[in-house]
């Protein structure tokens, strides 16, 4: 499975942005696929998830109300909304997808994408 993300800029604080995420490849195995970021000096964290079959979506705390996570499973793209960014939401977002597991858990992923990076300025 090949992830191509895309959507990144730079944006003030309070602004929007929408990242992309295509899937390619043998995607019939994909049971979720996620968003996580990766701030400098700091570990790579969950942001959000979606799982095709349920159709449910997670969210890490500090920016459930803000981000919205989206997906379609017909042609395997996933996209996350970002709403009111503020300076700390800034960092290289990674998409990704996994075959199964707990979606909040890095570890569960099997595919990952190359980076975008998001800035928020204040």
């Known amino acids: 499975v090949q992830l191509q993300a895309s959507g990144g800029g730079l944006v003030q604080a309070g602004g929007s942005l929408r990242l992309s995420c295509a899937a390619s490849?043998?995607?019939?195995?994909?049971?979720?696929m996620g968003w996580f970021r990766q701030a400098p000096g700091k570990e790579r964290e969950f942001v959000a998830a979606?799982?095709?079959?349920?159709?449910?979506?997670y969210y890490t705390d500090s920016v459930k109300g803000r981000f919205t996570i989206s997906g379609n499973n017909a042609n395997d793209t996933m996209y996350l909304q970002m709403n009111s960014l503020k300076p700390e939401d800034t960092a290289v977002y990674y998409c990704?997808?996994?075959?199964?597991?707990?979606?909040?858990?890095?570890?569960?992923?099997?595919?990952w994408g190359q980076g975008t990076q998001v800035t928020v300025s204040s």
């Open positions: 490849g043998r995607t019939f195995n994909v049971f979720a």
């Open positions: 990704a997808a996994a075959r199964g597991g707990f979606v909040s858990q890095r570890r569960s992923y099997n595919y």
């Open positions: 979606i799982t095709w079959v349920i159709g449910g979506t």
